[in-house]
């Protein structure tokens, strides 16, 4: 077992990584107090492969528990889901001394924890993240909410969770597409903060797809430190330090947007918005081209996409002023200046960003 902490003060927590911890989960809630009654919120497919396992070790711990279920698919992530999830959660008499468990991917967890950030003003929550994205990202930092129409993400709230339980056997259950598609942000981990890490992943990228279990699980462990550490600094983003999070988000969440989330991954995007990122970076005189090749080659052996198609150029350069890092209608990129550091800025020439678009473009 290895336990990293998001130093948060009060709000401080534990990320645990355990494989076949999820069977243990009610064990490791022991000393939270976190209330007699919870509902586990997932969706259909994660609730018959995981939920029995989860609902005995929460049961033989004493809670009651009920399972909560919204279906799959981005087109749900929306405020009508968490609103249904309301009246459902109101039905099973949960109060405010109950708790949430967020059992599934990303989209589980964010929807799940923004359910629980405002339903009577907020309960308490717990992330057991079951994708490879989740565990290294989307579990961990608080941040929870919807879609609207124009954005992803665009409602939401900061929530931190009481505890993040993370099982890397789960990660067998996953399809070879989603399981690249979550490496995605595994690799941004190397790209912003950890050019050693970037090295490891070079060398180790088979392993971790044929799910090795010393390397899957020293991926996750050191994604979530990078990620704990950036989160404890600037929780709320107000330093622009957590920004570098979303280093190939920029991109990535407004080619989701008008594909309406069915032709790409979320980590298929992010692979995209990550080359964007380091060719523009390279363009703009920041990033070394050596570098910025090892980047694309690095996403290219996992099998990652490095280009999109079908999608208007200056469609996804509006779309993109609807990201939550835009001020005053400018648009902000994460961009590189070697592996291992990256930087915040609103300065990209929007023919630069228009001419490395339609080069990654494919008609």
Known sequence: MEKITVSLGERSYDIIIEAGGIARLGAFLGGLRLGAKCAIITDPRVKDLCGPLVTNSLADAGLRV???????????????????LYHEMLSLG??????????????????????????????RFVQVPTTLLAQVDASVGGKVGVNLPEGKNLVGSFHQPSLVLIDPDVLRTLDGRDLKAGFAEVIKYGIIRDADFFSFLEENWEAILSLEPSAVEKAIAISCRIKAAVV????????????????GHTVAHAIEALSDYR??????????????????????????????????SLLKSVGLPVTFSGLDIGQLVSRMRFDKKAVRDKIRFVL????????????????????????????
């Open 263 to 296: 032709t790409y991954r979320h980590g298929e995007a992010v692979a995209i918005g990550m080359a964007v990122a380091a060719e523009i970076s390279e363009r703009l005189g920041h990033l070394p081209k050596g570098d910025a090749d090892r980047i694309e």
């Open 94 to 123: 949960l109060d405010r001394k109950s708790f949430v468990v967020a059992l599934g991917g990303g989209l589980v967890g964010d929807v799940a924890g923004f359910a629980a950030a405002t339903y009577m003003r907020g309960i």
């Open 336 to 363: 590189a200046k070697k592996v291992g550091e990256v930087f915040l800025t609103d300065d990209v020439p929007l023919d630069t960003l228009s001419q490395v678009l339609r080069k990654r473009s494919e008609r």
């Open 232 to 247: 404890a600094e600037d929780e709320r983003e107000e330093s622009g330090l957590r920004a570098i999070l979303n280093f």
């Open 66 to 84: 009920d399972v909560v279920t919204f279906p799959e698919g981005e087109e749900n992530k929306t405020l009508a889901t968490v609103e249904r």
